[in-house]
């Protein structure tokens, strides 16, 4: 994909510069265990995704680790990915600098999250063409594309309650609204970066990401352009 803006696509983020895949196991730079699995682009559209549902297809056994370098993606795609991260008993998500929007759905639906010491996350909430899902509903005079917002957004919104009560099973109804309010992406704009601090703050397990997975990501962008 060469270097051109995606827009008027639904994303779980805003407009993002495209760039080579390097998910995709041809471009790997280097050989990885086989539980581990790198999602590290830009945007994860369903070519990322075809590729993790196949990787993950082939691990066996019921453990998965992800590794997250992305700016958000396609809904479908993350959830394609959300979901069979949900199959795996033990299953852990890394993200050394940043997994936003998409990203961060996919690192949520993850038994356990680790994070580097200046990572972030973001808000999930969808965004169409640049725009919240949430203001097309409200400024958008096209009936069908306020159809289509609020059709996204409604998704997205129970997507992201499920999630958050599974990942906290014991938490009072008071805990999960606020880790859905900062999530949903309530009170800051999309992509506010919500660090290790304030997820754990959240109630949300979390532990620090050793600096050698960075140092992974690192060698992986080095061939993006």
Request: hydrophobic share 45%.
């Amino acid at each position: 994909m060469n270097r051109t803006t995606i827009a008027a696509v639904i994303l779980t983020g805003s407009a993002l510069v495209g760039a080579n895949y390097l998910m995709r196991r041809r471009a790997r730079p280097q050989a990885l265990p086989s539980k581990i699995i790198p999602i590290i682009t830009p945007v994860i559209d369903m070519g990322i995704a075809e590729d993790v549902l196949e990787a993950m297809a082939h691990l066996g056994g019921d453990e998965v680790t992800l590794v997250l370098h992305t700016s958000g993606g396609c809904v479908a795609s993350c959830v394609l990915i959300a979901n069979a991260l949900r199959e795996f008993r033990h299953s852990t998500a890394i993200v050394p600098y940043m997994a936003m929007s998409g990203g961060t759905l996919i690192a949520l639906n993850a038994s356990q999250l680790e994070m580097g010491a200046s990572a972030s996350l973001s808000a999930v909430d969808p965004v169409i063409g640049g725009i919240r899902a949430r203001h097309l509903q409200t400024d958008e005079k096209d009936p069908s594309l306020k159809a289509l917002a609020s059709e996204y957004a409604a998704a997205i919104g129970d997507y992201l309650q499920e999630t958050i009560q599974a990942r906290l099973p014991h938490a009072d109804a008071d805990t999960i609204g606020r880790a859905f309010g900062v999530f949903i992406g309530q009170h800051a704009p999309h992509e506010w970066p919500i660090r290790r601090p304030e997820v754990a703050a959240l109630g949300f397990p979390v532990g620090p990401a050793k600096r050698s997975w960075g140092m992974m990501v690192d060698a992986y962008r080095k061939r993006w352009w």
